[in-house]
């Protein structure tokens, strides 16, 4: 709720049966009671709220902010597993590398190292509503996947083709995302502005989403704090939205771009991305 000196707030407890003991919240600054007996609610007075909990942001929908943009470029699995031979086969081959594209039979994706020398990686994997069963793509299913794109076995079986032997996959999560190329219509309303990714939403082909989002919290804090200090009037505020949403504009842009450049190459290779669509 917003009124003509600030926002309210009110948050209410969840329960997280994975926090454990050691969960925490602070809230203005002092650490937020978690206990038993604890209150299920409470409500917090500001001067300003700030969005930043993300592309399903509850903040945004509070203040009626809606999003723009194409439909769904692309829906992918996000497999983070474990493959501590493959970091070290690449670093014996001199690969090392933060990306790392794969064009096989099994599957086309990408392979984020995370950690090479730990053996910490993230498999991106395409997939398609309309011709696959999302619940089909399990941790095992996925598993075997990445194992023969990467030429080892989800078990540590199987081999590569220069007779070495496997690599083991082991997943530890699989979640789903949407890629988007979405802008919300405003930044603010009041006293409560939003920023990274629950104000937009780029495809990760540039790595705009993080730096854009960090620029956007850069841009508010410095224009916050002089209000706050009295060295510039309310008014300052204000600019937050058109700054920063036709920087997220120009960025939504040039990231479908890439995007689509970055297709070139399946397209070259026989793999026409729209060719799933049109099934």
């Known amino acids: 709720e917003q009124d003509a000196t600030g926002a309210r707030a009110e948050l209410r407890r ?7 003991d050691d969960a925490a919240a602070v809230v203005g600054g002092a650490p937020l009671d978690l206990a038993a007996d604890a209150p299920a609610a409470l409500t917090v007075s500001t001067e300003h709220a700030l969005g930043c909990d993300g592309a399903r942001s509850s903040v945004r929908r509070a203040l009626g902010l809606a ?17 501590p031979k493959l970091g070290d086969a690449l670093r014996a081959a001199g690969r090392n590398a933060m990306l790392y594209f ?12 995370h950690n090479i020398g730990e053996g910490e990686w993230v498999a991106q994997l395409p997939y398609y509503p309309q011709l696959q069963d999302e619940g089909e793509l399990h941790a095992d299913a996925c598993a075997e ?6 030429g080892g076995g989800a078990d540590g079986g199987g081999g590569t083709e220069d007779g ?10 699989v979640s789903s995302w949407a890629m988007n190329a979405l802008v ?13 990714d629950a104000a937009h939403q780029f495809p990760p082909a540039g790595a705009f989403g993080a730096n854009t989002g960090l620029q956007d919290a850069h841009n508010l804090a410095w224009k916050i704090a002089l209000v706050h200090r009295g060295a510039a009037p309310a008014a300052l505020l204000r600019t937050y939205d058109g700054e920063r949403r036709a920087v997220a504009i120009a960025n939504a842009r040039l990231s479908v771009h890439n995007y689509h450049r970055g297709l070139r190459v399946a397209h070259a290779l026989g793999l026409p991305a729209a060719v799933p669509r049109e099934v």
């Open 14 to 20: 969840c329960a997280d049966a994975d926090a454990g």
């Open 145 to 150: 996947i990445i194992a023969q794109c990467i």
């Open 164 to 173: 070495g032997g496997g690599i083991e996959v082991d997943v530890r999560s």
């Open 102 to 113: 794969f064009f096989h039979p099994a599957a086309i994706g990408v392979l984020v190292a």
């Open 184 to 196: 919300a219509t405003r930044f603010s309303a009041g006293h409560c502005h939003i920023l990274g």
């Open 67 to 83: 999003l723009e943009g194409p439909p769904t470029l692309q829906r992918f699995k996000s497999v983070h597993f474990r493959a």
